[in-house]
C-alpha cells in the first residue's frame, strides 16, 4: 500500500489526511512541528532545487533538514533533467531518509519557469513523464507530485496531466486547481479536483482555499478527494488544522486562540526558529512574515506590525509583545477590530 495509503487508515471517518504545504520560505522545520502539533497529518518541505542538491551548498543542505516528531515528511524537489532529478532523488532519499519524495511542477515563478522547472515542465507532458519515471526509479519511496491544472487556459486539463503521473509511477497527486498563468487570482477550481479523483486509480490530495475548517469539510464534500492540502490558510493560523480536523468529523470547530494564546504560541515558534536557524538575527528578520500573520486583525495591529518588525533578538520580540498585552489586553475595555471573529476571546 501507498504512503498515503497507510495514513488515510490511521485516521477516524471521514479519513482525509491534512496536509501542510509545501512553502517556500514558510514551511521550515519549526513550522512544520507547530503544524504537526495542531493536527498537519504529513508535511512537506519546501522545494529544493535538484541542481542545488547536487552542488551540496549549504544553503540547500539545511532546506532538506527535518526532526524524526515531524514525520510523515515528503521531500519536494523541482528541476527540468529527469536524470538530474533522479540523482537528487537518490541522494535525499539515501542521505535524509524522507517519508516520500515529491515532485513540483507547480511553481508559477518566473526565475523557476523559465528554466522548465515547475509548472514549466507542464508545457511539455514528454517531459514530465520521464521526470516522474527517473525519480520513482531512483528510489525505493513513494514517490508523489503536485501539479497545477495546465501551465495556461489553452492546455488546461488536470486529468490528463494527473495520468500521466500516474502512468510514468506517481503514487499520489496533489492538484492546485489553477493554472500557472492565473497564478493565485481567482478561485481554485475544486470541480477539477473531482475530476481529477474521478480520472486517477491513486489517492488524490485537493488543494487551494481551505481558509477556515469548514472549507476542509467541503472541499472533501465537493470533491471526493482524498486528502487535503493547506498553506496560505495556516500562516499565523496553525491551529486551523485543529479546526478542519472538527470539521471533517462533524464535530464542533473549536474557536481561534485568544490573544493570549496566539502570543504564546508566536513566542514558541519564534524561539524554535531562532534556535533552528544558524544565525539568530536572520532568523529573527526571517520570522518577519510570521509575526505579521500571527498579529493580522488585532486592534492596533499595524503599530504593533512597525514595532515587532524593528525588533532583533526573541527578547525584543518577546518584549514588544509583552507591552502590547500590557496596554490592550489587561483594560477591561479593549476590544478587537473587525477582521478575525474569534482573535481576543
Ligand atoms: C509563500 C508560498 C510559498 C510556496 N512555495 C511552494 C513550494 O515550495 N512548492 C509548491 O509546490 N508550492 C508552493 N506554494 C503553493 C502552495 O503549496 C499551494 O499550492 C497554494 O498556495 C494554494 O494553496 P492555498 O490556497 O492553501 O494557499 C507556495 C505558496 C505560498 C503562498
Not at 35 to 40: D, L, T
Not at 105 to 127: A, H, T, W, Y
Request: aromatic share 8%.
Amino acid at each position: 500500500m501507498s504512503m498515503t495509503g497507510k495514513v488515510v487508515s490511521a485516521y477516524p471517518a471521514p479519513s482525509v489526511p491534512l496536509y501542510l504545504a509545501p512553502q517556500a520560505g514558510v514551511s521550515e522545520s519549526p513550522f512544520r512541528r507547530l503544524c504537526r502539533r495542531f493536527g498537519a497529518d504529513v508535511v512537506l518541505s519546501e522545494f529544493v532545487s535538484a541542481e542545488g542538491i547536487l552542488h551540496g551548498n549549504d544553503r540547500t543542505m539545511d532546506y532538506l533538514r527535518f526532526d524524526e516528531d515531524e514525520r510523515p515528511i515528503g521531500v519536494q524537489i523541482f528541476g527540468a533533467h529527469p536524470s538530474r532529478m533522479a540523482d537528487a532523488a537518490a541522494f535525499v532519499a539515501e542521505t535524509f531518509r524522507p517519508d516520500f519524495i515529491d515532485i513540483n511542477f507547480g511553481c508559477p515563478v518566473k526565475k523557476v519557469v523559465k528554466r522548465n522547472g515547475g509548472s514549466g515542465c507542464l508545457r511539455d507532458l514528454s517531459l514530465v513523464s520521464r521526470i516522474v519515471a527517473a525519480v520513482a526509479t531512483a528510489t525505493p519511496l513513494p514517490t508523489t507530485v503536485k501539479i497545477r491544472s495546465g501551465y495556461d487556459q489553452e492546455t488546461r486539463d488536470p486529468v490528463r496531466i494527473g495520468k500521466v503521473c500516474e502512468d510514468a509511477g506517481a503514487e499520489a497527486i496533489a492538484l492546485h486547481p489553477r493554472t500557472r498563468t492565473e497564478m493565485y487570482s481567482g478561485k481554485a477550481n475544486w470541480d477539477e479536483i473531482r475530476a481529477l479523483k474521478e480520472g486517477v486509480q491513486v489517492p488524490v490530495i485537493g488543494n487551494g482555499d481551505i481558509r477556515v475548517g469548514e472549507d476542509a469539510r467541503r472541499m472533501w464534500e465537493v470533491t471526493g478527494c482524498d486528502a487535503i492540502m493547506i498553506a496560505r490558510g495556516s500562516h499565523g493560523d496553525p491551529w486551523l488544522f485543529r479546526q478542519a480536523r472538527a470539521a471533517l468529523c462533524g464535530d464542533p470547530v473549536p474557536p481561534d486562540p485568544g490573544v493570549e494564546e496566539r502570543f504564546q504560541i508566536c513566542l514558541e515558534h519564534a524561539k524554535n526558529a531562532v534556535s533552528y536557524g544558524g544565525n539568530p538575527q536572520r532568523a529573527v528578520i526571517e520570522f518577519r512574515k510570521h509575526l505579521g500573520w500571527y498579529i493580522k486583525g488585532l486592534p492596533s495591529a499595524r503599530e504593533l506590525r512597525q514595532e515587532l518588525f524593528q525588533a532583533r533578538s526573541l527578547q525584543e520580540i518577546r518584549d514588544r509583545l509583552e507591552r502590547y498585552r500590557q496596554d490592550h489586553l489587561t483594560r477591561p475595555s479593549a476590544r478587537r477590530e473587525p477582521g478575525r471573529a474569534t482573535a481576543v476571546s
